[in-house]
């Protein structure tokens, strides 16, 4: 045992340095007063305050909107696919998990980049449309582009989760709920979603924490004037330079994360029958 202790010590101190460290900055420049130095810590809550005026509100509700928006469309498409992965054979189940985790081994700024290729006024949707002698539709700097984007880079997380919790299920409950005289709706919602719920649960509590925490997609599929939460942090930190501003948005941000986690974790059925 105590051979174990001294192998985990590396990374007690890696995690030590990379993540307990960042938080407390975070969490010390979010309470600091503007122009502040550390050493000549001064409380307020200013920051915190600022984050309560409209514009930043506007562009909180925004991204909890498209957050919403975005876990929906994953959770139906991405339950219909893990359902039809678990109903094939064991061989076949690995191949399709297996064409579902290859994007993911691509950058996330090449994907995206290439949706921006594909939706864009000329680009290859456009051209297609126009063949067909349809005018061409701006697809491009809207919430449609900014969702498409985020559905096909977060969709994965979706599926692999509820493929886990199908895939696990046992399939004798599924008998005996047709033994009893259930039919094919009756035993999906009653059987089969419940018992998925736990993937289902850990799907949405990805995808969502994702959706409402990403720059990169807003950035370059809504354009330079599209703004949401995780855009703002980043003008903060990098663009404007005010740290204090940036770190309170951050930690109201991990607040909610957090607070949402641990609803998730209520729900789960799981967890009750830890409890």
């Keep these: 045992m105590k051979h174990f202790r001294h192998l985990a010590k590396p990374y007690i101190l890696w995690s030590f340095l990379l993540i307990v460290i960042p938080l407390f900055m975070i969490v010390l420049y979010a309470f600091m007063g503007s122009g502040n130095a550390v050493l000549t810590f001064s409380f307020t809550l200013e920051n915190l305050a600022k984050f309560i005026e409209p514009t930043y509100l506007s562009v909180f509700w925004k ?16 339950y219909m696919l893990a359902y039809i992965i678990s109903k094939m054979n064991e061989r076949t189940q690995d ?6 985790t290859v994007p993911m081994w691509i950058n996330m700024l ?38 498409v984007g985020m559905v096909c880079n977060f969709l994965p ?19 005996a709920a047709y033994d009893l005289g259930a039919n094919r709706v009756q035993t999906f919602f ?5 018992l998925s719920l736990p993937g289902v649960l850990n799907g949405i509590m990805m995808v969502f924490l994702m959706a409402i925490s990403t720059f990169v997609i807003p950035k370059l599929l809504g354009g330079g004037q599209y703004v949401l939460i995780g855009n703002l942090i980043e003008t903060q930190f ?16 991990a607040i909610i994360i957090i607070l949402f986690m641990r609803v998730m974790k209520k729900i789960d059925p799981q967890e009750d029958k830890e409890g």
Excluded at 113 to 131: E, P, R
Excluded at 190 to 194: E, G, Y
């Design 63 to 78: 991204s909890i909107k498209l957050g919403v928006v975005t876990t929906a469309i994953c959770l139906v498409f991405g």
């Design 190 to 194: 009653k059987v089969i979603f419940k």
């Design 95 to 100: 191949m399709m998990i297996l064409l579902v």
């Design 110 to 147: 090449l994907r995206t980049y290439a949706w921006m290729n594909l939706l864009s006024d000329n680009g290859i949707v456009n051209s297609l449309l126009g063949l067909l002698g349809i005018e061409p539709i701006a697809m491009m700097y809207t919430d449609f582009s900014v969702i």
């Design 238 to 253: 990098v663009t404007v330079g005010d740290w204090n501003f940036g770190s309170a948005i951050s930690l109201i941000l």
């Design 157 to 175: 997380f979706m599926i692999i989760p509820i493929h886990t919790s199908l895939h696990k299920m046992d399939k004798s409950l599924i008998e």
